[in-house]
């Protein structure tokens, strides 16, 4: 088999450019990989390289550096994960800011990066300083009143639509598999399914671009679900630099799956919590080995988001809380609801959200992609500015609600009536009656909680990217907040009740609204995306304390058991099943009592199973079986008559061994004998060529009896990789099962519709 | 290089030429990194980028007040930071309690070659965009529709097994062919994708 690219010798530079060529080995698109097959491959190329290298020390280096190659790629990926990361927040900071006005000093800075060295910053307008003006200030010099109102509302709602025009075109024009989350098609493809240009540059570039600008344009999504879709296409892009990743589909997915890892680290600083995320949420199979490395990814990429310094605190996130406060055991109980709405809310939004995507999929809603982009945020745009919780990032708003009230905040949030006489630190305010900003507050969370519950259902899935998280941490983050503050009133007018006698005394600091606020956030997103562990330590990694696992672990686990309650999927599983991906999932669980017989193909009055003969069809029998079917392979048999089962061919490598035969070979032509044996037939004399292809065959292909139950089945599939298993009877081919027919078959189990599955 | 480096070093010189390939594209990227990461490593902390911020509440009959200054993290606290102090000596500790002092640094130089770097890439992407849907259709000669559309949906194997395979030797020979056939390609590849994502709705819904 000779590769074409190396038939001029060394290729220059401009090799690039050219045509790969397909050879034997690699997959075509939207099929699934051999895991088995990747697995004996790479195990040939780590032999083949330990016993070459004790031949001389050039070899005995290059075993080294094949070794540590690994190590390497991961060491890429965090550098680059971390660099894009830092300057994904960074733009966003900028871009944001400038919905609502300019720095006159130097444009490239944010507000609050304008106003750090002015000294005009006074306590009670600590926002303000005469560098950065609004647009109605640059544009009319009036900063109050009604024309300035309208002026600035009128530019921020241009500048939303400027923003997110311009991603929705790039993604069109350039990338457009960039947009969405990316989470649920890298969970297929990590469980072995092939979509080329998912992870190419070209979708690194344009995600890495339109992500900033759609976040600044106030539109109600995330930035972690693309992060880890940019993350694993750095991860692809570095293991192609690389042979031993490059040309084995099985170990380029563990470099994935630590990529994954990497992402979430630098999305929330939690690198031990984006290794348990990528091993709980995202991989399919992940080996031991890949922890280690997971965790140096993750850790190099949180590192160098750390010494980009984004937000100017050396914090990773922009909401990182640093109070220690104690909580009490009778506030469980408020905790427990907050993770009973968190569980109704992710139920809410999943339905919601799916039967949204599935009209957008289905109507005519879905021709105008462009136009949906913009209506929705002109929508977002023209609700969200009156409301000034949502007319700032959501990153700053779950910042500010997570956040304790001490003296000196003069936020409406804290607007709490102080004891004039008061002297006590600053750590240590008792509870205090709420004053009118208080009150204030409280509606205008209430309305934002409602709105950004509606307009999320229908940001989520647009044709740009979008994230989850932070949208669901947000709308937990608010009603944690009106909960905390409700029960921080009652506990202050009524310190005299049973229930709170015995823990809160008058004079003394009992219920901390901000976390509330935490667990809120908690509760929602473990109701949406039904994570357990990977939540609970992302969640403290965020808090740098421990003494908040408890109702944390509280709240995610009674969110995800009334969740659960309703359906058993979370929004990446809805997702999968909505577009038909054939991904087999680790957590269903099959319990019917079908056999084999029941699944296979060819069924009761069906045509007849499609075979290769070991030695008498010729090649224009098998072009002709090939062209009139589409199956991806065809077992071999020893004859018509007696059908024992010899190999099983894939239809992509017979194809291009017998293109390559007639090219190349001297004498194939369309009545030549295609054997499949070690030695050719006893043929009469002139009679053309035979055509030897037992090198594409493989041997060992997987059989079960026609009567195994389905539920071992399916676990040989799941636990394997397997894309297709042949059912024997008495040594005799009776049939096939591939995992499309599993996936319908448990589909139709499940009464859902089994003709959604689409891919091959 | 020396000519004689393909007879010393074979193994070597074969592993880079194959290497070329990759690394051309890979190349840009670390250039790219190596440029982002530069300026924070090289920054030097001019006196604009570090501060120590004061916060103090309003106390009695004094308001509050923001006090902002330039020193090191040793001396950052309510005593070398508040100038001129509101309060008369006896008071200052009171006062200095309810005081909230942090040290925070930024680096200028890394805010200013992010954004500037970020405004660059989206303008050259704007322009590329202007460029391929206003001027590429117009001084392409207008190719005739290659195949209806009814033959996307042809058997593509039939397609590939019935067809004369392209001999690979004969390649384009200047460079700007193959940019021009890498190009046509691309485009090719972008537009296949957005039939599966925008046009059929199969991915991505």
Redesign the interface.
Known sequence: MVN??D?N???????????P?PDVGTYEDFHTIDWLREKSRDTDHHRKITSKSKESI?EFIKSLLDAWSGWVVMLLIG??AG?LA??ID??VD?MTDLKEGVCLS?F??SHE?CC????E????D?DKCPQWQKWSELLVSQSEGASAYILNYFLYIMWALCFAF?AV??V??????A??SGIP?IKTILSGFI?R?YLG??TL??KT?TL??VVSSGLSLGKEGPLVHVACCCGN?FS??FSKY?KNEGKRREVLSAAAAAGVSVAFGAPIGGVLFSLEEVSYYFPLKTLWRSFFAALVAAF?LR???PF??SRLVLFYVEYHTPWYMAELFPFILLGVFGGLWGTLFIRCNIAW??R???TRL?KY?VLEVIVITAITAIIAYPNPYTRRSTSELISELFNDC???E?SQLCDYINDPNM?R??DDIPDRPAGPGVYTAMWQLALALVFKIVITIFTF?M?IPSGLFIPSMAVGAMAGRMVGIGVEQLAYHHHDWIIFRNWCRPGADCVTPGLYAMVGAAACLGGVTRMTVSLVVIMFELTGGLEYIVPLMAAAVTSKWVADAFGKEGIYEAHIH???YPFLDVKDEFTHRTLATDVMRPRRGEAPLSVLTQDSMTVEDV?TL??ET?YNGFPVVVSKDSERLIGFAQ?REL?LA??NAR?RQDGVVSNSIVYFTEDPPELPPNSPHPLKLRRILNLSPFTVTDHTPMETVVDIFRKLGLRQCLVTRSGRLLGIITKKDVLRHMAQMANQDPESI?FN | LCPGWEFLFPQASTMFARCTRKCASSVLLLVLLCCVLSPPAQARKSSEDIRCKCICPPYRNISGHIYNKNVSQKDCNCLHVVEPMPVPGNDVEAYCLLCECKYEERSTTTIKVIIIIYLSVVGALLLYMAFLVLVDPLIRKPDAYTQPLHNEEENEDARSLAAVPTPSGARANTVLERVEGAQQRWKRQVQEQRKTVFDRHKMLS
Request: proline content about 3%; some cysteine; charged content about 20%.
């Open positions: 074409a690219g038939m010798g060394s290729g220059n530079l401009m090799d690039f450019l050219d045509e060529f050039w550098l680059l660099t830092g300057v960074l733009a900028w130097a490239w800075y990066q750090w060295t002015s000294n910053t006074t306590f009670d600590r311009l075109s790039l069109r024009v350039f990338a457009p598999y947009c969405g098609e979509i240009g540059k070209w570039l344009i671009v900033v600008l892009f192609s630099l490059s160098t010494s980009i310094n100017g605190n995507c599935r957008r999929k289905t879905g992609p001490g003296a000196l003069s002297t630190p600053v899935g044709k909505l577009n038909g072009e090939i062209k589409d239809r194809i017998i293109k090219q689409m």
